[in-house]
């Protein structure tokens, strides 16, 4: 008798729209999509031991409130106390309240109501102080009271409406961390593997290519899909350190997206101030070479990349005939650069035919670049060299002699065959961009550009950079040797 006096209190305190209606009783068609089991195990209440929320979404006229005030009437008899509001009401009592000096009160008394009944949520657009009123209601619960909120909209399209607000902060204003990694990045200073740091030259734009473009630098210069990506490996567990590289695109050149600096556009590879689809390369090549094992005469397992220690190399060409070399590893796309110096001669006498190649990058002097910088790697790791028909590789034969690489040759105006140079090149060029002397960068400057390249994430690699995959690869080499001598 006395729990029969009490539920009827409880209920009557609830002011349920359905008093009268039982989970047990509920007989819904499959269409409403009610699971009967879930609903039994709702009846036991144990959401409302863990304070959890509890939302029903659904048309109108599928029996949202029915089913909330028969939830509502359960929690009553495992003596929670109710409370059923519809919002528009609420909202009415809160505005009373506030003119009354009554709000700390309401709010004091609905947060103390454990479970809160909220019908006929998001039916109309909220204002600024009822977003307010809200978030002091669910602040005062949170984690202490549970609601149960009836929604004709899903919980998918709440969030795409909040999603849809404008005027919205940029995530890279908002977030300073973010921010700071993006910009080091995209224009922080390249240094050698000790820490060295170097500026690099200021190079203007000459000609056509002037036309919506920043003066080129020096600097890390990640693509930004490249630092998108690469944030998923830095921090696995931060979420907030999450951002797509279309969203870095539009910090750099949409006005009113200012997070980042317009100037860093020019850190960017294309150097472009605007966006521009990106022109066709030109296919350039030379056809000079004898006694040469073309690429058809390769073993496939170069071709599938399984296998490391095969290299690409090439030429970058600059300003009166300077030039540098370039070494690509293809399966951890490894860069290696060659210095060429020019002879002392250079720009004093008149060249001699057949004589020296006074630019620094004739025959010998690409030999010997490439044996003084290849040697250096264990065996298994220099297999051998995929180059152009180029005449800088003459004394391939010799070269083979010295360093023990096979060497194999392109066929003629076909750079598609050296992809992961060619686009290597690429990438140089945000560097040494064309029209400049390349004979002014020495040694320590081609060995930090060098490893700015071999820091870079790379898509291929699973956003991995070659540092990292060539270091696992002496590893497994290593391991692999202490289990064969074991």
Known sequence: MRRDKRLTNRLAIAKLRFPDDCIENIDSPPHHGLDRRQLLTLAQGEWLKAHEHLILTGQTGTGKTWLACAIGR????????????????????????????????????????????????GTHALSDQQRLDLLEIFEERYRRKSPLITAQLPVAQWHADRAARRPKVAKLAANAALRDYVQDRLAGLITTPNGIAFDGPAVVWKGRRAVHRQSRRWSKAWSPEQIARRLRLDFPEDATMRISHEAIYQALYI???????????????????????????????????????????????????????????????????????????????????????????????KSVKNGPALAGHGAEAVRDAIAGTIMDLPAHLRRSLTWDQGAEMAQHAQLRIDTGLEIYFCDPQSPWQRGSNENTNGL???????????????VDELSAVAHALNSRPRKTLGWRTPAEALDEMFKSDMIEGVAATG
């Open 74 to 121: 359960q929690a009553a008899c495992l003596d929670y106390s109710v409370l059923y509001v519809r919002m528009p009401r609420l909202f009415q009592d809160l505005a009373l309240a506030r003119l009354e000096g009554r709000f700390p009160r309401l709010v004091d008394k609905l947060a103390r109501v454990q479970l809160l009944i909220l019908d006929d949520w």
């Open 255 to 349: 006005q009113g997206r200012g997070a980042l600096k317009r100037e860093l556009s020019a850190c960017l590879r294309s150097g472009r101030a605007l966006r521009l689809p990106r022109e066709r390369a030109r296919n350039r090549g030379k056809s000079f070479i004898g006694n040469a094992l073309m690429i058809s005469d390769r073993p496939a397992e170069i071709g599938e990349r399984a296998v490391p220690g095969h290299w690409e190399g090439d030429l970058t060409l600059g300003l009166g005939s300077s030039a540098i070399g370039t070494l690509v590893e293809r399966t951890t796309r490894f860069t290696m650069l060659l210095h060429l110096p020019r002879m002392e001669l250079h720009g004093k006498e």
């Open 428 to 442: 140089l060029r945000q560097y040494f961009p064309k029209g400049t002397d390349l004979s002014q960068h020495g």
